[in-house]
């Protein structure tokens, strides 16, 4: 088991490139299986839930071969497999979202429950009635969920909530169903943008993907195609935090900084200095800092991915900050490891009251999810004395090279074994 241990750490300064996006180039990924042909995918993140999707697509049948520079070849073809077991599906909760692919293609599909997770209980009910909607018949038993369809017919739907899953799972099982399907109160954020793009790009209809409405007319079949992955934007906005919290001065390459508008806002507002470029984003630290609030939202609201970095930041700042978590119900396990390393946090249901203290201190901490973790190694950067992280594997899943790059703008960070 590793665990990655941090000594208090001098203002972070220089220059970081932001690898692609997880939340991108999963669903991205599972878009492949509707296509028939070559697709080269540019900028995959080297992390283990993107390992687990792939080593799942390969097993449904796709050919994935690595290439140079984090890029991917992936040859589709005939697929052999409709059905996803729980030893697959329970490595990565993204697992679902082959399951609009393989009922668009395949005509059925089976499917393992994803389950809980820390963050929450997760549902997929609103993926479940988007295929209903388009004919698709669901069973559920065994803890596995089956669908079938000979035909998936476009239909109208209303998500209840935006769900980014749900969203790109009917957007992917549109694409070759039979007519119009219109996506009312779909999700917003840039990953689904992305993966309208890259469907586009093998020869889908989709218009308004960004919008709150999303029209799909199905197309006979798709393509193969060459598609570069956004940039990863809350890999950018922990490293914006990083700075802020090292009192450093940093640029950060290969960003859209009008993904990260809602960070970048709230940052500003805390008094941090923000620059932006076409395709970065400089940050300066100042000398104090306002304490402020804020409430995780659907995009283009402040995201529930950098709400635990941000409690971090918070709980060095003087003053009282608060924060309400909107979207997941049991996102603030991170302020009982925060808690350990002397940080002032009172919980109450989804709110957080943060007391800002003059120094955290090194302590032992758990990563309790990823970005969690990620909280906690920028906790560690601006504590006293060393702190070691175990349960590193969260952070894994999502952070490409973490660990290099913070040292290459001056953290003391390393793994041990
Ligand atoms: C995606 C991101 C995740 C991010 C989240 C919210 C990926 C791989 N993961 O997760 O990093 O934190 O968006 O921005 O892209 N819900 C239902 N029924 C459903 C589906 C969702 O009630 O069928 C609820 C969820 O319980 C949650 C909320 O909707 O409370 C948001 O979930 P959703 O947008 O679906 O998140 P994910 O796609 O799972």
Redesign the pocket.
């Known amino acids: 088991m590793s665990k990655i241990v941090i000594n208090h750490t001098p203002p972070l300064s220089g220059t970081v490139r932001v690898s692609g996006a997880?939340?991108?180039a999963?669903?991205i990924l599972a878009a492949c299986l509707l296509a028939d042909g070559d697709s080269t995918i540019e900028d995959i993140p080297n992390l283990k839930?993107i390992e687990n999707m792939i080593a799942l697509i390969k097993w449904i049948g796709l050919d994935v071969s690595p290439l140079e520079n984090y890029s991917v070849r992936i040859r589709s073809s005939k697929l052999k497999n409709h059905e996803v077991s729980y030893d697959l599906a329970s490595k990565l909760?993204?697992s679902?979202?082959v399951m609009g692919p393989l009922l668009a293609r395949m005509g059925r599909t089976r499917v393992s429950l994803p389950g809980g997770c820390p963050?929450?209980?997760?549902?997929?009910?609103?993926?479940?009635?988007g295929f209903m909607a388009m004919g698709a018949k669901i069973t559920q038993g065994h803890g596995y969920v089956e669908a079938k369809a000979k035909k998936l017919k476009g239909a109208k739907i209303y998500l209840?909530?935006?769900?980014?899953?749900?969203?790109?799972n009917i957007i992917m099982a549109a694409c070759v169903a039979d007519g119009q399907t219109i996506i009312e109160n779909a999700?917003v954020?840039p990953?689904i943008v992305d993966l309208a793009n890259f469907l586009s790009s093998m020869g889908a209809d989709i218009k308004g993907a960004g919008t709150d409405t999303i029209r799909i007319s199905g197309v006979k079949d798709l393509k193969g195609c060459n598609h570069t992955i956004i940039p990863d934007r809350?890999e950018a906005g922990t490293f914006m935090v990083a700075a802020a919290i090292t009192k450093g001065t940093i640029k950060i390459e290969n960003v859209m900084p009008d993904h990260l508008k809602p960070v970048s806002a709230k940052m500003r507002e805390i008094g941090i200095g923000i620059k932006e470029d076409d395709t970065s984003i400089s940050v300066s630290a100042a000398d104090r800092y306002k304490p402020s609030d804020l409430k995780t939202m659907?995009?283009p609201g402040f995201?529930?991915?950098m709400q635990a970095q941000f409690m971090s930041l918070m709980s060095i700042i003087d003053g009282t900050s608060i924060i309400t978590e909107t979207?997941?119900?049991n996102r603030f396990m991170h302020a009982s490891e925060l808690k350990r390393m002397g940080a002032n946090i009172k919980i109450d249901g989804r709110t957080a009251v943060i007391e800002g203290i003059k120094k955290l201190t090194g302590a032992q901490v758990k990563a309790t999810d990823?970005?969690a973790g990620a909280a906690l190694v920028l906790a560690g950067l601006a504590a006293d004395g060393e702190t070691e992280i175990g349960e590193v594997e969260h952070i894994d899943r999502?952070y490409h090279n973490f660990e290099k790059k913070l040292i290459s703008l001056g953290a003391k960070i390393r793994r041990v074994e």
């Open positions: 997880k939340n991108s999963l669903p839930d909760r993204a679902f979202l963050i929450g209980t997760r549902p997929i009910d609103l993926h479940l009635k209840d909530f935006p769900s980014v899953g749900a969203t790109e999700a954020e990953e809350i659907p995009f995201p529930t991915d979207i997941f119900e990823l970005r999502g």
